[in-house]
């Protein structure tokens, strides 16, 4: 937690209305919507972006952002949604804390999330290919969860001196 | 392949609809390596290639191997999978054009924007001052009654997802609630009390006939016919 991020203390905040709550993500309903039905997903550790976020945290807040996409078709009869993760300030990230938005979305709505095209020559698109084919060589290992180390308690046993214990009629029988 | 009539399409089993779609699918296709494409990561459960209409230099479209129109129809471990493998390919996205921040976007149903009727993460540079809008999400203000009431139905959807169980409530009845309510705590509080009532209370046999229409996942994705 992050003393002067308004989203950690509004996540550790426990009168804060809360739609979702885990050990590892929150999710609230942004007060100024784009949409009835805005819903954002925040890890709970203060990551500011998205290359921060541990994968295996990454992975269930989008398993949950999936869940709460289900749940807004169901709930708010919403024909679609939008995910969208804005990373950076380029980006067009407006907190410094990294979010996942979901957005409910209907017919005539009045929003639009589609890109023009650009143009790009086959030339420009070889180049950006062989850019990309170098850094993805690396993908493939997972971050994931380590265990938590279990704690065991120390039982050291002692030898009672009860008859009925072993070890104690068998010293005795030594003369 | 021959052409279908409507006739057809009504008798086949939804399994054999399934398969006409995938035979349909320029993205599987593209997945089969059919179409050519310029794929820039490949795995046993996702490809990931450059998208022919980008919204920057490097826009890169992650799909799944196997068909799934929509979200809600992917099982949770691809989901996972496809979600760290976009996070990844941001990253590489960021080295690669030195890109100072990324886009991963999706979406859908027809109504949000897609396009194709196979699911995909778009995954775009960005950079500052490159004239892209779209993406940032506007703010509309919202009345707070609706706001509480959207949260009610919805945090008692999902609670019942995850296996704690409540009665049925719709958006209609949560608002038919709001306007009783009063300005300010007062009010809130009795709303919540409200809802207890409702949900704390043992289930009335009316309750059950007001159950929401369902809401078939399958016929969002069945919109692109």
């Known amino acids: 937690m992050k003393k002067d991020c308004a989203f950690c203390q509004a996540i550790w905040d426990r009168n804060n209305e809360k739609i979702y709550e885990d050990d590892k993500v929150v999710a609230v309903l942004d007060e100024r919507p784009a949409a009835p039905g805005h819903v954002l997903v925040l890890p ?16 269930h807040a ?13 709930t708010l009869h919403s024909q679609g949604t939008n995910i969208i993760v804005n990373n950076g300030l380029a980006g067009g990230q407006e907190s410094a804390h990294f979010m996942i938005n979901i957005i409910a979305r209907k ?11 650009k143009q790009l020559s086959e030339e420009e ?14 993908i493939g290992q997972f971050e994931e969860e380590k265990a938590k180390p279990i704690e065991m308690e120390a039982k050291a046993k002692k030898i009672s001196s009860d008859e009925g214990n072993y070890l104690w ?7 | 392949m021959p052409q279908l009539t409507e006739e057809d399409l009504k008798n086949m089993t939804p399994e054999q609809i399934a398969e006409l779609q995938k035979q349909n699918c320029i993205f599987c296709h593209i997945v089969s390596g059919k179409v050519a494409s310029r ?33 809600p129809q992917i099982p949770e ?16 996205c960021l080295k690669a054009f030195k890109a100072q921040g990324t886009n991963i976007f999706v979406a859908n149903g027809v109504v949000a924007g897609q396009r194709a009727q196979h699911l995909m993460v778009h995954i775009i540079p960005r950079k500052e001052n490159d004239g892209i809008k779209v993406f940032n999400v506007p703010h509309k203000e919202i009345d707070p009654k609706e706001l509480k009431a959207i949260s009610v139905v919805l945090k008692k959807r999902i609670d019942e997802m995850f296996g704690l169980k409540h009665d049925v409530l719709d958006l209609d009845r949560a608002k038919k609630m709001a306007p009783e309510q009063k300005a300010g705590k007062e009010g809130e509080e009795q709303l919540e009390e409200e809802a207890e009532k409702l949900f704390g209370g043992e289930p009335k046999k009316e309750e059950e006939k007001e159950k929401p229409e369902e809401i078939d996942i399958d016929k969002i994705a069945d919109m692109f016919k």
């Open chain 2, 77 to 92: 471990d691809v989901l996972g999978h496809i979600f760290m493998v976009a996070k990844a390919i941001s990253h590489a």
């Open chain 1, 62 to 74: 989008f398993n949950i952002a999936n869940k709460i996409s289900i749940a807004l078709f169901e």
């Open chain 2, 39 to 71: 794929k820039v990561y490949e795995d046993d459960k996702v490809t990931a290639i450059l998208d022919i209409n980008p919204a920057n230099p490097g826009h890169a479209v992650l799909l799944p191997k196997e068909h799934y129109a929509i979200m």
């Open chain 1, 107 to 117: 017919e005539g709505d009045g929003l639009n999330f589609q890109w023009t095209p």
């Open chain 1, 169 to 175: 009629k068998k010293a005795r029988r030594i003369p």
């Open chain 1, 125 to 138: 698109m070889s180049t950006i290919e062989l850019q990309m084919k170098e850094q993805t060589k690396a």
């Open chain 1, 44 to 59: 709970k550790e203060h990551y500011p972006i998205l290359e921060q976020v541990p994968d295996f945290v990454f992975r």
